[in-house]
């Protein structure tokens, strides 16, 4: 009887120890993850990007981003996470006055934790290339750009898409 309670204790363990584990590479400065299952996610809203990068985005939101957006109130709490796709604007091939997603660019995070992220307006950011952390130097530029131009929406830019 002792084997397979041995072994009961260790599957525990084995679970416990991936829930806490990082889910994927971490990005650098402000060690945010790609967050689990995030496809699923509701939207809270869409962009289009013209110039050189000519991209369609969407911005999906865990249930505390979306409660958040709901009740309308600001600050967005603590733990509340934001991921926007983008996707090269494609025209498309079936009717040509409509834009598709094309090839898939970059997946971008922030993740709402006001101790971790206190001198970054309580954000951490994640910016990822296939799954892939990018540079310091791109995570260098997130909170200047969100605070130069979001500061009075909590640095976050998206508008619940009613
Ligand atoms: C030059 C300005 C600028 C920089 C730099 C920038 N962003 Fe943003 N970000 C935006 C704008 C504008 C939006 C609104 C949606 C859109 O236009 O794509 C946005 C939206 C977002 C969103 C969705 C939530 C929101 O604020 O609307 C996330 C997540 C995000 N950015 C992450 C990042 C990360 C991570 C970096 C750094 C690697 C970064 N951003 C750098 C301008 C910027």
């Not at 204790?9 to 945010?32: F, H, Q, W």
């Not at 101790?115 to 296939?130: D, K, L, M, P, Q």
């Amino acid at each position: 009887m002792k084997a397979p309670l041995l072994f009961s204790l260790l599957c525990l363990g084995a679970a416990n120890a991936t829930s806490a584990a990082p889910r994927g590479p971490a990005a650098p400065i402000y060690g945010v993850t790609l967050p689990r299952a995030y496809r699923a996610w509701r939207m809270i809203g869409l962009a289009q990007e013209t110039g050189t990068l000519d991209e369609l985005r969407a911005v999906l939101g865990n249930r505390k981003a979306v409660a958040a957006y709901r009740s309308g109130r600001l600050p967005f709490p603590d733990g509340t996470v934001l991921v926007k796709l983008a996707w090269k604007r494609e025209t498309s091939q079936e009717f040509s006055p409509a834009f598709v997603p094309g090839a898939a660019t970059t997946v971008q995070v922030m993740v709402k934790d006001t101790r971790r992220y206190a001198s970054t307006g309580g954000w951490g950011f994640g910016r990822f290339i296939h799954g892939r952390p990018a540079d310091e130097a791109q995570h260098k530029t997130c909170f200047a750009c969100h605070q130069a131009r979001a500061q009075g929406h909590d640095f976050v830019f998206t508008r619940l898409a009613a």
